[in-house]
């Protein structure tokens, strides 16, 4: 299992992952897609994950998911872990798992790699929590 400390974006991500649920946002149609923006986090870190149809009605937040060969990409600007066409996402318990929300991976601004074309690099912190569900108090 990766830490979400750990997640860079990529296009060709393998990410292996567990974390909390912790908050949704309303469920939106993307053509005729369901999706729906959530917060998850674990012990190191928070990042924004994106549900697609059924996974929009699956989760709820307290949910522990396993991803399987996820991936943390842009869509439509913003950076997300999401499981993507190849990936799964799973329930796996409730409530018992410890978490950070900050740093939160998708408010970081990352750069092309100067060494590496395909990897990335992190520039700057745009903001340590995510802006879109704000601290929990």
Request: hydrophobic letters at 45%; proline letters at 7%.
């Given at each position: ?23 949704k ?109 704000p601290?929990?108090?």
């Amino acid at each position: 299992m990766m830490a979400l400390k750990d997640i860079v974006p990529a296009a060709l991500n393998v990410i292996n992952a567990q974390f909390v649920l912790l908050d949704k946002a309303k469920i939106t149609m993307e053509g005729q897609q369901k999706t729906c923006l959530a917060l998850v986090a674990d012990e190191t870190a928070a990042v924004h994950f994106q549900l697609w149809g059924t996974e929009c009605d699956a989760f709820e937040p307290g949910d522990i998911i396993r991803l399987t060969n996820g991936i943390f990409s842009y869509n439509r600007n913003n950076l997300v872990l999401r499981a993507g066409k190849r990936g799964k996402v799973v329930k796996v318990g409730e409530f018992t798992l410890a978490f950070v929300e900050t740093p939160n991976m998708s408010e970081i601004r990352w750069s092309p790699d100067p060494n590496n074309s395909k990897k990335f690099i992190q520039e700057s912190v745009i903001s340590p929590y995510s802006r879109i569900f704000p601290p929990m108090p």
